[in-house]
């Protein structure tokens, strides 16, 4: 893939870590630019789910992009994929978990 990264996010609470979340994706094809991408991408996790407050929405569609998020589990454990296609053809996907660390 093009433009493959791996991150975390982490919660603190009086010093320890209580949540964490775990994520890989990458760039799948070169049929549109990274920019536009990320710039759809950024859009989608703006409109996070409160119940399930880690990446986007389940579905966003505009214009050539559409924003794919699947995921089981609960805020306590979880684990997800996110896609991003582009005139209905993969260009992007993440895979992402995680849960509570410590109650």
């Given at each position: 893939?093009?433009?493959?990264?791996?991150?975390?996010?982490?919660?603190?609470?009086?010093?320890?870590?209580i949540?964490?979340?775990?994520?890989?994706?990458?760039?799948?094809?070169?049929?549109?630019?990274?920019?536009?991408?990320?710039?759809?991408?950024?859009?989608?996790?703006?409109?996070?789910?409160?119940?399930?407050?880690?990446?986007?929405?389940?579905?966003?569609?505009?214009?050539?992009?559409?924003?794919?998020?699947?995921?089981s589990?609960?805020?306590?454990?979880?684990?997800g994929?996110e896609?991003?296609?582009?005139?209905?053809?993969?260009?992007?996907?993440?895979?992402?978990?995680?849960?509570?660390?410590?109650?």
């Amino acid at each position: 893939g093009f433009n493959t990264f791996i991150g975390e996010e982490i919660i603190w609470k009086n010093e320890e870590m209580i949540w964490g979340m775990n994520y890989y994706g990458q760039i799948l094809s070169k049929a549109v630019g990274a920019k536009e991408i990320y710039e759809f991408l950024k859009e989608a996790l703006l409109q996070v789910d409160e119940s399930m407050p880690f990446r986007g929405p389940k579905i966003l569609n505009e214009e050539n992009f559409s924003y794919r998020n699947s995921n089981s589990g609960s805020v306590e454990d979880f684990h997800g994929v996110e896609m991003i296609l582009y005139q209905g053809k993969r260009v992007y996907e993440l895979q992402y978990h995680g849960g509570i660390i410590k109650k």
